[in-house]
């Protein structure tokens, strides 16, 4: 107190320049810390356009009109992208705002087709942004798929499909059981013949999962207990997807696809379709609970 | 006490007073005393020149190899698929083991407004890990923001001493500010907005899965180190910087300071990223002979390379003691 005298008495003549140097001082911060703050709310912008809205990774909590939640709790590490085996899961960039490091899907590159069984992705997460409450592929609500272009549809015209799905180019990979049960191979090297093309119900996870339940039920049915066991308890589940006859006056078998209230929003079948572009999409604004209710 | 205290004010960027001659021990006030007209410039010069010879920016290279194999290690990981460091800054596995940025999981749960138990397992053990090694250890050994603008400052000098751009500090106090608002921020809005802007996630996400448009954000930010002013994101914005600084005033691991043979020039504030860490090596700044440099400081080590009277030296509390 007593050294603060002296001090308090040699301020006056300091004062004017002081008084300027500390205002411009707090000019300068004000306007670092308005540009700084200016920048990061700049993230709001994709958001409250919607922009931001993506096929997101089985489990994360959002609705399928908002994501908030998911931005909230994602702590952006990408441990989801590293353990799945498909490789379906990016990170957004810059332009998704206060998206910027959340996982996504891009189906129609490559979709999540539950070849880790055992939902790998959520596992990994560590701040539960795609939640553990989730047990079993067929409990995932990541979209609802939709039948976008039936006019493109190849069984709707009647037609078959033979040869690789996506072209020889395309990178994407799938697991099909018969040729490799552990590993998902590209798509490219696993061409088809088809008499009416069924890709979008053939290659479904959901309906791939029931055909195994069912065959697995038919070998003993006193061993349903132990398959139930295998498949978790949710064998089978509901269907997703199913060819369904449409009149045709000319004698030609035409089917259409249509999408059940077991659909995840997966994307395979978005992913498969062979038409450019696709005749079956994921949406993102509904799924099954949402349809139900 | 005075420690803990001292460094919390400088974390938030308040000012440390200098010590009042009676807070002085008696040994430290005869040292200043002794040097009075010893330090001649010829002096000085005697043992920067000596200094010379050993000077090999030994702990510069040490920091900077180790930032890059932690950073390697977290590429490595995903590319080879081994497992030892899996995740990014944010948030990773080490071995299986959850490690959560601790800013980071302060913005989730801030934002979010719940904490998963994994995600208090990743704080505390990355609490304890960075308590033991220094806590703002994490922004000079780990930071990958920090290395970049590291090569912005050499560049920033250049310019400087070309006459081409000059430094504008800013108040420190603006790091608080940004601290609190960023905290408010994400309990208001519900989102994690300081991850927008932070470039310490950005480039730990742009180096293991790949550069995107965030990178431009990067550059703008070093472009604006390097012609406005000096180091300006981890000196007075970076939120990271402020909670693990607040981390390592519990930390073992410092830098400490002997007035013996100090010389006072300077030249380890020179260097410096957070220089007022370094007042009591003003000549009278200091308390007693022995004192050790707050937490705000990184443990970068340029202090402890450049002194031409090896005043600063890193120890380890209780273990050195142990050692000798």
Same mark, same amino acid.
């Given at each position: 107190m007593k050294a603060s005298k002296p001090a308090a008495r040699k301020r006056p003549a300091k004062s004017f320049k002081r008084k300027q140097q500390s205002r411009r001082d707090f000019l300068r911060a004000s306007v670092l810390t308005a540009g700084m703050v200016g920048a990061s709310l700049l993230g709001f912008i994709p958001v409250l356009q919607g922009s931001s809205m993506r096929l997101r990774p089985p489990g994360a909590i959002k609705t399928p009109d908002d994501e908030q939640e998911f931005f909230a709790a994602c702590i952006k590490c990408g441990q989801c992208v590293q353990v799945c085996p498909v490789e379906a899961i990016k990170l957004a960039d810059m332009n998704d705002g206060f998206g910027i490091g959340v996982p996504f899907l891009d189906a129609r590159a490559q979709a999540c087709d539950f070849s880790c069984d055992g939902l790998q992705c959520v596992l990994a997460c560590p701040t539960g942004a795609l939640t553990h409450d989730l047990d079993y592929p067929a409990d995932t609500r990541m979209g609802f798929a939709r039948l976008a272009r039936p006019d493109a549809c190849l069984a709707a015209q009647g037609k078959g499909f033979k040869g690789q799905a996506r072209g020889p180019d395309f990178p994407g990979i799938l697991r099909y059981e018969e040729v490799d049960r552990w590993n998902p191979i590209p798509v490219a090297d696993h061409p088809y013949d088809l008499e009416l093309c069924d890709l979008c119900v053939r290659q479904c996870p959901i309906e791939i999962r029931i055909a195994q339940c069912a065959e697995n039920a038919s !070998? !003993?049915?006193?061993d349903l207990a132990r398959v139930a066991q295998q498949m978790g308890h949710e064998c089978p589940p509901k269907h997703a997807i199913s060819l369904q006859p449409l009149e045709s006056d000319d004698g030609v078998t035409r089917m259409r696809p249509v999408v059940q209230e077991g659909c995840v929003g997966c994307g395979v079948c978005e992913m498969i379709c062979p038409v450019e572009s696709a005749a079956i999409v994921v949406d993102l604004d509904k799924n099954a609970d949402t349809l139900g209710g | 006490m005075r420690y803990i205290r001292d460094s919390l004010k400088q974390v938030f960027g308040f000012r440390v007073p200098r010590p009042a001659k009676e807070q002085q021990s008696p040994e430290v006030k005869a040292i200043y005393e002794r040097k009075k007209g010893e330090l001649t410039k010829e002096e000085l010069e005697k043992v920067r020149r000596e200094h010379k010879g050993t000077f090999l920016n030994k702990w510069q290279k040490r920091r900077w190899a180790t930032l890059v194999f932690v950073n390697f290690l977290f590429v490595a990981s995903y590319y080879f698929d081994v497992q030892l460091v899996e995740g990014s800054l944010s948030g990773a596995r080490v071995i299986g083991f959850h490690m959560a940025d601790l800013n980071s999981a302060l913005q989730i749960a801030l934002a979010y407004k719940h904490i998963v138990l994994n995600l208090v397992i990743g704080m505390v053990s990355v609490f304890v890990f960075w308590m033991l090694l220094g806590g703002r250890t994490f922004c000079s050994w780990v930071c990958p923001y920090h290395l970049l603008s590291e090569w912005a400052e050499y560049l920033h000098f250049w310019l400087v001493k070309k006459g081409l751009v000059k430094d504008h500090p800013f108040n420190r106090k603006v790091r608080g500010v940004f601290y609190v608002v960023f905290a408010l921020l994400a309990l208001v809005t $519900?989102?994690?907005?300081f991850e927008t802007v932070s470039p310490t996630g950005i480039l730990s996400r742009a180096l293991i899965y790949g550069p995107g448009l965030a990178l431009i954000w990067v550059g703008l930010l070093l472009l604006f180190e390097v012609v406005y002013s000096r180091r300006a994101w981890c000196r007075y914005v970076c939120p990271i910087g402020v909670t693990y600084g607040m981390v390592g005033v519990f930390s073992p691991v410092r830098v400490k300071y002997n007035a013996?043979?100090?010389?006072?020039? $300077?030249d380890c504030r020179k260097v410096c990223l957070v220089p007022h860490v370094l007042d009591l090596t003003i000549r009278g700044g200091a308390v007693e002979v022995n004192q050790d440099v707050a937490s705000d400081c990184t443990r970068c080590g340029m202090c402890v390379d450049v002194c031409p009277t090896d005043s600063l030296t890193y120890e380890i509390k209780g273990l050195s003691k142990m050692l000798k």
């Open positions: !070998d !003993d049915q006193r | $519900g989102y994690t907005v013996e043979a100090c010389h006072h020039e $300077g």
